[in-house]
C-alpha cells in the first residue's frame, strides 16, 4: 500500500505554530475541532459511536498526533470510516498517506482536485510577493508539489451528498483551489468551511501565533481566482451558517459569525483581496 503513494519531494515539517495548537473544541456534540500547529482538523460523529470521519489530515508529521486525538475521543483502535478532504493543500492533507496506511481506509475530495491528489498536477506556485504579512513571504517554502494517492482518493458523489457524514451536503467553493469544497449541515446550520474564508489572517505571523479572531478571506498567497474566491464567500453567508469552523483560526458562531461574515461579502475586495500580487485581478493592480 505505501508503494502506491507518495508526497512530493518539498514535503517537509513546517516549524510554525500558534498557541491554539493541541487545542481541542466540542463544536457540536458531534463535531469536534483540533488545532495543529497552524491549521484544523475536525472529527465528525458521535462520540460514543464507531461511526466517525476525519475532515482534513492536518500538518505534515501530523499523523502521530492525529491518532492520538482520534482514539481519545473514540476510543482505543478507533478509526474513521473515511477521511473528507476540503482541499488537498500541504496543510490540510499533510499526514494522510501516514493516516491511510494505519487506518486503511478511503479518501474522499472533489473531482476538480482529483489531479492534484493523483500527482497530476501542481497547485499554482504560492504568491511571497502578496500583500501581507511574514507568513506570505515565507510561503515560498511551503510545499506545493502534488501527491499522489493513487487507488485510495475517490471523488465526492455528484448528488452533494457526503460519504459517512449524513445530513451534510458538499458545496463546491472554488477560489483557493479548483476543487475546494465546503461541508453543511442545514439541521443546524454547521459549517465546515475549509480555506474558503478563515477566522484569522493568515498572512500575519503575529495573528496567526496570537490567533487573533478576525475573518478573512482564504490565505492570500495559496489563492489564484479571487473573483471565484468572493463567489464561494456569497454563496456560504447565504447560508446563514449558526457555527463555522474554517481551516484556520478559532471556531465562530451566532451574530458575530453573522455580523463578519456579512462585511466580508459586502467588503470582500477591501478586505480579501491584496493590493498587489502575481494572482490579483486588473482591477487591484
Known sequence: MENE????????????????????????????CHTIQIVNICLV???KSTDF??????????????????????????????????HGHFDHVGAII?????????????????????????YPEPDPSVEGGMIAKLSMLFPNEPIDLGPH??????DGTVPHMPGFRWIH????????????????????????????????LYKVLA???????????????WDSAWASVRKLEELQPAV???????????????DNLRKLVNEFDRIAIPDFGKYVPDRKQ
Open 5 to 32: 503513494m507518495s508526497y512530493g519531494n518539498d514535503y517537509n515539517y513546517i516549524p510554525a505554530t500558534s498557541i491554539a495548537s493541541g487545542l481541542g473544541l466540542e463544536v457540536q456534540p458531534d463535531v469536534y
Open 45 to 47: 460523529g458521535d462520540s
Open 53 to 86: 470521519v476525519l475532515v482534513d489530515a492536518g500538518m505534515p508529521e501530523s499523523a502521530d498526533e492525529i491518532i492520538s486525538v482520534t482514539e481519545n475521543r473514540f476510543g482505543a483502535g478507533s478509526r474513521p470510516r473515511a477521511i473528507l478532504l476540503t
Open 98 to 122: 501516514e493516516l491511510v496506511n494505519h487506518w486503511k481506509i478511503p479518501v474522499y475530495a472533489h473531482e476538480l482536485e482529483l489531479p492534484f491528489l493523483t500527482g497530476k498536477m501542481s
Open 153 to 158: 482518493v475517490q471523488p465526492l458523489p455528484n
Open 173 to 204: 467553493t472554488p477560489g483557493h483551489t479548483p476543487g475546494h469544497v465546503s461541508f453543511f449541515r442545514d439541521a443546524d446550520r454547521t459549517l465546515l468551511a475549509g480555506d474558503a474564508f478563515v477566522t484569522v489572517k493568515q498572512e500575519s
Open 211 to 225: 490567533q487573533e479572531p478576525e475573518i478573512s478571506g482564504p490565505p492570500r498567497y495559496f489563492t489564484p481566482d
Open 244 to 258: 463555522a469552523v474554517t481551516g484556520h483560526g478559532l471556531p465562530m458562531a451566532g451574530t458575530l459569525l453573522a
